[in-house]
Protein backbone atom coordinates (compact mmCIF):
# COMPACT_ATOMS: atom_id res chain seq x y z
CA UNK A 1 0.00 0.00 0.00
CA UNK A 2 1.32 3.52 -1.13
CA UNK A 3 -0.26 5.52 1.64
CA UNK A 4 -1.18 3.84 5.37
CA UNK A 5 -2.71 5.99 7.99
CA UNK A 6 -3.34 4.32 11.07
CA UNK A 7 -5.12 4.92 14.04
CA UNK A 8 -4.59 8.73 13.84
CA UNK A 9 -5.81 10.92 16.86
CA UNK A 10 -5.60 14.19 16.89
CA UNK A 11 -6.46 17.24 19.36
CA UNK A 12 -6.27 20.94 18.81
CA UNK A 13 -4.01 22.36 21.78
CA UNK A 14 -6.76 25.02 22.69
CA UNK A 15 -9.53 22.41 22.52
CA UNK A 16 -11.49 20.41 24.48
CA UNK A 17 -12.28 17.34 22.60
CA UNK A 18 -10.35 14.76 19.97
CA UNK A 19 -11.03 16.14 16.55
CA UNK A 20 -9.87 13.30 15.17
CA UNK A 21 -10.13 9.66 16.08
CA UNK A 22 -8.80 6.25 15.33
CA UNK A 23 -8.27 7.27 11.59
CA UNK A 24 -7.82 5.16 9.21
CA UNK A 25 -6.70 5.43 5.47
CA UNK A 26 -5.33 3.05 2.57
CA UNK A 27 -4.48 4.39 -1.28
CA UNK A 28 -2.72 2.88 -3.94
CA UNK A 29 0.23 4.65 -5.70
CA UNK A 30 -1.76 6.68 -8.30
CA UNK A 31 -4.83 6.46 -6.74
CA UNK A 32 -7.30 9.57 -6.52
CA UNK A 33 -9.40 9.31 -3.11
CA UNK A 34 -11.93 11.88 -1.97
CA UNK A 35 -12.25 12.65 1.33
CA UNK A 36 -15.86 13.28 1.90
CA UNK A 37 -18.07 15.06 4.86
CA UNK A 38 -19.59 17.46 6.26
CA UNK A 39 -18.08 21.33 7.44
CA UNK A 40 -16.32 20.85 10.78
CA UNK A 41 -15.68 17.42 10.27
CA UNK A 42 -11.85 17.63 10.39
CA UNK A 43 -11.26 16.81 7.05
CA UNK A 44 -8.32 20.02 6.29
CA UNK A 45 -7.45 18.96 10.23
CA UNK A 46 -6.22 15.23 8.33
CA UNK A 47 -4.59 16.87 5.54
CA UNK A 48 -2.81 19.50 7.70
CA UNK A 49 -2.00 16.23 9.90
CA UNK A 50 -0.88 14.28 6.97
CA UNK A 51 1.38 17.20 5.39
CA UNK A 52 3.31 17.56 8.91
CA UNK A 53 1.13 21.26 9.59
CA UNK A 54 0.32 19.51 12.79
CA UNK A 55 1.74 16.64 14.64
CA UNK A 56 -0.86 14.39 15.92
CA UNK A 57 -1.53 12.95 19.30
CA UNK A 58 -1.05 9.30 18.40
CA UNK A 59 -1.11 6.93 15.45
CA UNK A 60 1.45 6.41 12.36
CA UNK A 61 1.43 8.06 8.75
CA UNK A 62 3.76 5.98 5.83
CA UNK A 63 4.07 7.21 2.37
CA UNK A 64 5.85 5.00 0.07
CA UNK A 65 7.55 3.10 3.07
CA UNK A 66 8.65 5.99 4.44
CA UNK A 67 7.38 6.91 8.16
CA UNK A 68 6.56 10.01 8.52
CA UNK A 69 5.11 10.25 11.72
CA UNK A 70 4.58 7.05 14.71
CA UNK A 71 5.35 7.65 18.49
CA UNK A 72 9.14 7.71 17.73
CA UNK A 73 8.92 9.53 14.46
CA UNK A 74 7.94 13.55 13.22
CA UNK A 75 9.24 14.27 9.55
CA UNK A 76 9.23 17.84 8.84
CA UNK A 77 6.78 19.23 6.42
CA UNK A 78 9.20 20.51 4.01
CA UNK A 79 11.05 17.25 3.73
CA UNK A 80 7.45 15.28 3.46
CA UNK A 81 7.72 15.29 -0.18
CA UNK A 82 3.66 16.50 -0.54
CA UNK A 83 2.46 18.35 -2.44
CA UNK A 84 -0.44 21.00 -1.03
CA UNK A 85 -3.30 22.93 -3.08
CA UNK A 86 -5.37 25.23 -0.65
CA UNK A 87 -8.73 26.14 -1.59
CA UNK A 88 -7.57 29.87 -0.46
CA UNK A 89 -4.53 31.63 -1.17
CA UNK A 90 -3.83 29.64 -3.90
CA UNK A 91 -1.22 32.08 -5.88
CA UNK A 92 1.16 34.31 -4.70
CA UNK A 93 -0.91 37.27 -6.28
CA UNK A 94 2.85 39.63 -7.34
CA UNK A 95 4.17 37.11 -8.31
CA UNK A 96 3.74 36.16 -12.42
CA UNK A 97 2.83 32.01 -13.39
CA UNK A 98 6.41 31.28 -13.68
CA UNK A 99 7.58 32.88 -11.00
CA UNK A 100 4.74 30.58 -8.79
CA UNK A 101 5.32 27.72 -10.48
CA UNK A 102 9.23 27.63 -10.08
CA UNK A 103 8.70 29.21 -6.23
CA UNK A 104 10.78 26.67 -4.13
CA UNK A 105 12.69 24.91 -6.84
CA UNK A 106 15.76 27.67 -6.82
CA UNK A 107 18.19 25.08 -5.53
CA UNK A 108 17.85 23.22 -8.87
CA UNK A 109 19.84 24.74 -11.76
CA UNK A 110 18.08 26.94 -14.94
CA UNK A 111 17.65 24.18 -17.38
CA UNK A 112 16.06 21.55 -15.02
CA UNK A 113 14.00 24.48 -13.95
CA UNK A 114 13.01 25.80 -17.03
CA UNK A 115 12.07 22.09 -18.04
CA UNK A 116 9.67 21.46 -15.37
CA UNK A 117 8.25 24.76 -16.22
CA UNK A 118 7.53 23.58 -19.52
CA UNK A 119 6.49 20.18 -17.87
CA UNK A 120 4.28 21.17 -16.09
CA UNK A 121 2.13 24.22 -17.97
CA UNK A 122 2.00 21.54 -20.94
CA UNK A 123 -0.07 18.99 -18.18
CA UNK A 124 -2.20 21.95 -17.51
CA UNK A 125 -2.85 22.95 -20.63
CA UNK A 126 -1.24 26.89 -19.98
CA UNK A 127 1.91 27.35 -21.92
CA UNK A 128 0.70 30.82 -23.09
CA UNK A 129 0.29 32.25 -19.53
CA UNK A 130 3.69 32.18 -18.05
CA UNK A 131 4.22 36.02 -18.02
CA UNK A 132 0.68 36.34 -16.64
CA UNK A 133 -0.31 37.75 -12.88
CA UNK A 134 -3.24 35.52 -11.22
CA UNK A 135 -5.38 38.69 -11.41
CA UNK A 136 -4.98 38.06 -15.09
CA UNK A 137 -6.23 34.42 -15.19
CA UNK A 138 -9.99 33.26 -14.32
CA UNK A 139 -10.84 31.42 -11.62
CA UNK A 140 -10.50 27.79 -12.80
CA UNK A 141 -6.92 28.92 -14.97
CA UNK A 142 -5.67 29.84 -10.97
CA UNK A 143 -6.48 26.23 -9.97
CA UNK A 144 -4.84 24.87 -12.82
CA UNK A 145 -2.04 27.02 -12.21
CA UNK A 146 -2.23 26.19 -8.41
CA UNK A 147 -1.98 22.54 -9.44
CA UNK A 148 1.26 22.94 -11.27
CA UNK A 149 2.94 24.89 -8.73
CA UNK A 150 1.90 21.44 -6.31
CA UNK A 151 3.22 18.94 -8.53
CA UNK A 152 6.54 21.12 -9.93
CA UNK A 153 8.67 19.86 -7.18
CA UNK A 154 7.56 16.39 -7.59
CA UNK A 155 6.02 15.41 -4.76
CA UNK A 156 5.28 11.84 -4.00
CA UNK A 157 1.38 12.56 -2.75
CA UNK A 158 -0.83 15.64 -3.95
CA UNK A 159 -3.12 17.00 -0.90
CA UNK A 160 -6.18 19.31 -2.50
CA UNK A 161 -8.31 20.99 -0.03
CA UNK A 162 -11.93 21.87 -1.47
CA UNK A 163 -9.81 22.76 -4.88
CA UNK A 164 -13.50 24.03 -6.21
CA UNK A 165 -14.99 25.96 -3.74
CA UNK A 166 -14.14 29.10 -5.86
CA UNK A 167 -15.56 28.73 -8.91
CA UNK A 168 -18.89 28.52 -10.03
CA UNK A 169 -21.27 25.54 -11.18
CA UNK A 170 -20.50 25.73 -14.77
CA UNK A 171 -16.52 25.85 -14.73
CA UNK A 172 -16.57 23.94 -11.46
CA UNK A 173 -17.92 21.21 -13.97
CA UNK A 174 -15.46 21.52 -16.30
CA UNK A 175 -12.45 21.65 -14.09
CA UNK A 176 -13.31 18.63 -12.34
CA UNK A 177 -13.01 17.07 -14.96
CA UNK A 178 -9.64 18.82 -16.43
CA UNK A 179 -8.25 17.74 -12.75
CA UNK A 180 -9.32 14.11 -12.91
CA UNK A 181 -7.35 14.24 -16.02
CA UNK A 182 -4.05 16.30 -15.18
CA UNK A 183 -3.61 14.15 -12.02
CA UNK A 184 -4.48 10.60 -14.38
CA UNK A 185 -1.69 12.53 -16.83
CA UNK A 186 1.00 12.44 -14.05
CA UNK A 187 -0.26 9.13 -12.37
CA UNK A 188 0.20 11.25 -8.73
CA UNK A 189 -1.44 9.48 -5.64
CA UNK A 190 -3.64 12.08 -4.53
CA UNK A 191 -6.24 13.16 -1.73
CA UNK A 192 -8.90 15.15 -2.63
CA UNK A 193 -11.12 17.13 0.15
CA UNK A 194 -14.77 18.17 -0.46
CA UNK A 195 -18.13 18.38 1.05
CA UNK A 196 -19.74 18.28 -2.37
CA UNK A 197 -20.55 14.06 -3.36
CA UNK A 198 -20.54 15.59 -6.84
CA UNK A 199 -17.22 16.49 -6.75
CA UNK A 200 -16.31 13.28 -5.10
CA UNK A 201 -17.65 11.31 -8.14
CA UNK A 202 -16.24 12.95 -10.62
CA UNK A 203 -12.94 13.25 -9.72
CA UNK A 204 -12.23 10.03 -7.43
CA UNK A 205 -11.46 6.36 -8.45
CA UNK A 206 -12.45 6.20 -4.42
CA UNK A 207 -14.83 7.93 -1.63
CA UNK A 208 -13.66 7.90 1.73
CA UNK A 209 -15.82 9.84 4.40
CA UNK A 210 -15.33 11.59 7.55
CA UNK A 211 -17.17 10.54 9.39
CA UNK A 212 -18.28 7.31 8.15
CA UNK A 213 -21.89 6.79 8.19
CA UNK A 214 -22.56 6.84 4.71
N1 LIG B 1 -6.56 25.98 14.74
C1 LIG B 1 -7.61 25.44 15.33
N2 LIG B 1 -7.76 25.45 16.68
C2 LIG B 1 -8.82 24.88 17.28
N3 LIG B 1 -9.80 24.24 16.63
C3 LIG B 1 -9.72 24.18 15.29
C4 LIG B 1 -8.63 24.77 14.56
N4 LIG B 1 -8.82 24.57 13.24
C5 LIG B 1 -9.97 23.88 13.16
N5 LIG B 1 -10.51 23.64 14.37
C6 LIG B 1 -11.76 22.88 14.67
O1 LIG B 1 -11.55 21.53 14.30
C7 LIG B 1 -12.72 20.97 13.70
C8 LIG B 1 -12.37 20.43 12.31
O2 LIG B 1 -12.03 21.52 11.46
P1 LIG B 1 -11.61 21.32 9.93
O3 LIG B 1 -11.18 22.62 9.42
O4 LIG B 1 -10.66 20.18 9.85
O5 LIG B 1 -13.01 20.85 9.31
P2 LIG B 1 -13.40 20.59 7.77
O6 LIG B 1 -13.99 19.21 7.71
O7 LIG B 1 -12.24 20.86 6.90
O8 LIG B 1 -14.56 21.65 7.53
P3 LIG B 1 -14.95 22.50 6.18
O9 LIG B 1 -15.70 21.53 5.28
O10 LIG B 1 -15.85 23.56 6.72
O11 LIG B 1 -13.69 23.02 5.59
C9 LIG B 1 -13.75 22.09 13.70
O12 LIG B 1 -14.59 21.89 14.80
C10 LIG B 1 -12.93 23.35 13.86
O13 LIG B 1 -13.64 24.35 14.53
MG1 LIG C 1 -11.87 22.33 5.44
Do not use: W
Given at each position: ??????????????????????????????E?????????S?????????????????????????????????????????????????????????????????K??????????????????????????????????????????????????????????????????????????I???????S???????????????????????M
Open positions: MYVIVKNLSFKYKNAKDYQITNFNLEIEKGIVALLGPSGGKSTILRLISGLEIPNGGEIIVNNRVLYNKNVFIEPQKRGIGMVFQDYALFPHMTVEKNILFGLEINKEARQRILDEVLELVDMKEYKKRYPHELSGGQQQRIAIARALAPKPSLLLLDEPFSNLDAGLKKRIRKEIKELKKSNITIFVTHDIEDAKDVADRIECHPCE
